[in-house]
């Protein structure tokens, strides 16, 4: 509901036209009466077990160090096979800082990093191209993105492409099908 620079929001679980009719006329009075704004508690740290644990954050990792793993992704790669035509490696990112909130008045908060090298090859034979693909990706930290991970990554994506261009063709014309 708004009132000139007032707004208030208002949410349910609840699908009864009643309960939501209700819901939206105390959110109607609140905003008309001028209610009072209540000011939030500091939020708790979160208390919550963990899934993955952050032991290297991202964004504390030399940019310098982070090309090195995307230059070494792109080496490994085209020396797999002389028929690696291109290589793209990148690299991506996200650290979201998220404030849980509800309507009890209990806060939480939750650092949220995500983490993506993809490695996507070519390979070339003649007029064929054909492709491969691996990635790392995971809400760990930097620490997952070690040489050893890098290095698979890059040879399983050019091993996919080289074999991909060397594949027979399928065979194909009319079958008798069984049901």
Request: aromatic share 4%; net charge negative.
């Given at each position: 509901?708004?009132?000139?620079?007032?707004?208030?929001?208002?949410?349910?679980?609840?699908?009864?036209?009643?309960?939501?009719?209700?819901?939206?006329?105390?959110?109607?009075?609140?905003v008309?009466?001028?209610?009072?704004?209540?000011?939030?508690?500091?939020?708790?740290?979160?208390?919550?077990?963990?899934?993955?644990?952050?032991a290297?954050?991202?964004?504390?990792v030399?940019?310098?160090?982070?090309v090195?793993?995307?230059?070494?992704?792109?080496?490994?790669?085209?020396?797999?096979?002389?028929?690696?035509?291109?290589?793209?490696?990148?690299?991506?990112?996200?650290?979201?800082?998220?404030l849980?909130?509800?309507?009890?008045?209990?806060?939480?908060?939750?650092?949220?990093?995500?983490?993506?090298?993809?490695?996507?090859?070519?390979?070339k034979?003649?007029?064929?191209?054909e492709?491969?693909?691996?990635?790392?990706?995971?809400?760990?930290?930097?620490e997952?993105?070690?040489?050893?991970?890098?290095?698979?990554?890059?040879?399983?994506?050019a091993?996919?492409a080289?074999?991909?261009?060397?594949?027979?063709?399928?065979?194909?014309?009319?079958?008798?099908?069984?049901?």
């Open positions: 509901m708004t009132s000139g620079e007032r707004t208030t929001y208002a949410n349910a679980n609840v699908a009864d036209v009643d309960d939501l009719m209700a819901l939206a006329g105390r959110a109607a009075r609140s008309a009466e001028g209610g009072e704004l209540h000011e939030a508690d500091e939020p708790e740290p979160d208390e919550l077990p963990r899934h993955s644990t952050v290297v954050d991202p964004r504390s030399a940019v310098e160090r982070k090195g793993l995307l230059r070494r992704a792109n080496k490994i790669a085209r020396g797999l096979d002389p028929r690696i035509h291109q290589v793209t490696a990148t690299y991506g990112e996200s650290v979201q800082e998220v849980i909130a509800n309507s009890d008045g209990l806060f939480r908060t939750d650092t949220r990093v995500r983490l993506n090298l993809a490695v996507h090859t070519v390979a034979q003649g007029d064929v191209l492709s491969g693909f691996e990635a790392i990706r995971g809400t760990a930290g930097f997952m993105l070690t040489d050893e991970a890098v290095e698979h990554a890059a040879s399983d994506a091993r996919r080289v074999l991909n261009v060397g594949a027979e063709p399928a065979p194909a014309g009319t079958y008798t099908v069984v049901l």
